[in-house]
């Protein structure tokens, strides 16, 4: 599977989008990109999951150019409960899922 | 729906002892997960299921035992616990293994002394 490469940690301010980019050079063609958020202590949380193009859903969007070798998950208007890592996976299907170290997003009043 | 349950959710052992994660899943998925996370890390694969009979191994299966006799179950065993072991453990289950959402329970955290 492609390997994935994400920010170690991102801030932002409540109110403000967040955009955070995850690369993925060598994603072939009939694997997905998804997106996945863990709060403290609980287990992680689908987001998005998108092919290309753009996936908008009432949590985010995700952007993802025409060569696909890289993905944006957008968060609008973040608040302070948005305040968790976010992982972003290359998926294939009947592959395993492997989750890297994801971004560590803190939101600040 | 309960969606994904683990038990306990706190677990202390000492060295050398036996024991047993549960994990139920009442969403008639096919392919669940174990995973241990351990501090600042992501989630590392330990064992995986396709269906009931079929298990696998994943990224870092040593030490642990699984068995799928049922759709709905899937526990974990650890068979002489170490303190290496001391992690917060994440079952998980999907409908076809992946591209679809894959849903967590809330995690399991063994401390081993």
């Known amino acids: 599977l492609a390997k994935t490469t994400q920010p170690v940690s991102m801030d932002s301010y409540e109110g403000q989008e967040v955009n955070i980019t995850c690369s993925h050079n060598n994603i072939a063609t009939n694997d997905y990109i998804t997106w996945y958020q863990q709060f403290p202590s609980q287990g992680p949380r689908f987001i998005i999951q998108g092919y290309k193009t753009k996936v908008t859903n009432e949590v985010a969007s995700l952007f993802i150019p025409a060569d696909r070798k890289s993905s944006t998950l957008s968060l609008p208007r973040v608040s302070l409960s948005d305040t968790a890592v976010y992982y972003c996976l290359v998926l294939r299907y009947g592959q395993n899922f492997v989750f890297g170290p994801g971004t560590r997003l803190s939101v600040l009043p | 729906n309960a969606g994904v349950t683990q038990t306990p959710k706190f677990q202390v052992l000492k060295t050398g002892q036996s024991m047993t994660l549960q994990c139920a899943q009442d969403?008639?998925?096919?392919?669940m997960s174990w995973y241990r996370q351990d501090p600042g890390m992501g989630l590392r694969l330990i064992h995986y299921?396709?269906?009931?009979?079929?298990?696998d191994q994943g990224e870092v299966p040593n030490g642990y035992n699984v068995s799928r006799s049922t759709t709905e179950d899937f526990p974990l065993r650890l068979l002489s616990a170490a303190p290496s072991q001391t992690s917060v453990y994440f079952c998980?289950?999907?409908?076809?293994?992946?591209?679809?959402?894959?849903?967590f329970g809330q995690g399991t955290r063994l401390t081993v002394v």
């Open positions: 299921s396709v269906g009931a009979g079929i298990t």
């Open positions: 998980a289950s999907s409908y076809q293994g992946q591209g679809e959402g894959a849903f």
């Open positions: 969403m008639n998925h096919e392919y």
